[in-house]
């Protein structure tokens, strides 16, 4: 059964365009240094998955500035958890900071504008495009067509972290919607109107009505 559509509104905060600075050193966090490779740790062009899929535990960065606005995020990657740090400054000059952290099973996402979030489940990150493609699955509970969170192409400057776990805890004083459960009480409630799409007596009128509501799902 599809998803409905629903774009994870923070978690896509941000990851629309990247820059990145050559860099060939970065400092470790006990303020050592250690020698990155442009194709290991150093500069690197790719995705969020692409990063996951990596399997190494990295901190990359991106910033993004126009005439009009600004948009940068730091992203922690450690085996299948993620989390990512975003912060945009719109054209009224706003700053919106927003944040989301999935631990391979869910997906958290909030922001600094109050204190409710929303949770989906975390499947497909371990995935690669076609994988996913073919078994259909999701991507914090969006189809794989919706998934172009994780999909879009970034441009980061990388560099090897040491894991600390309290990176992907997440927030105790946000409430969290379950989106899943929205998204499955949407689409039962559309289901059950099926039944007034079958007492249209035009065919194609019926079958559009039973289509749109996805009843033979």
């Known amino acids: 059964m599809k998803k409905i559509k629903i774009l994870a ?6 990851l629309m365009l990247g820059g990145c600075v050559k860099k060939k050193q970065v400092p470790e966090s006990n303020g050592g240094k250690i020698t990155v490779s442009e194709e290991e740790n150093g500069l690197f062009s790719g995705s969020l998955r692409d990063l996951v899929l990596k399997g ?3 901190k990359c960065a991106y910033e993004v500035k126009n005439e009009n606005s600004s948009a940068s995020g730091i992203t922690y990657v450690s085996g299948k958890k993620v989390r990512g740090d975003f912060k945009n400054i719109g054209t009224d000059g706003e700053e919106i900071e927003s944040y989301f952290v999935s631990d391979g099973e869910w997906t958290y ?8 979030g929303m949770k989906m489940k975390a499947e497909g990150w371990d995935k ?5 493609d073919d078994t259909g699955a999701d991507y ?3 189809s794989y067509e919706d998934s172009n969170n994780i999909d879009t192409k970034m ?10 776990d309290s990176i992907f805890e997440v927030p105790s004083d946000i409430e969290f919607k379950d989106m899943n459960a929205e998204i499955e009480k949407a689409q039962e409630s559309a289901k059950s109107m099926c039944g007034t799409c079958d007492m249209i007596t035009d065919e194609d009128g019926r079958l559009e009505c039973r289509e749109s509501l996805r009843c033979d799902e």
Not at 9 to 14: N, R
Not at 128 to 132: L, R
Not at 155 to 164: A, L, Q
């Open 56 to 58: 190494k535990p990295v």
């Open 140 to 142: 914090g509970g969006m």
């Open 109 to 116: 996402t909030w922001s600094s504008e109050g204190s409710n």
């Open 155 to 164: 441009d980061y400057k990388c560099e090897e972290w040491r894991t600390d």
């Open 9 to 14: 509104l923070l978690m896509l905060t941000g």
């Open 128 to 132: 690669n495009e076609e994988e996913v």
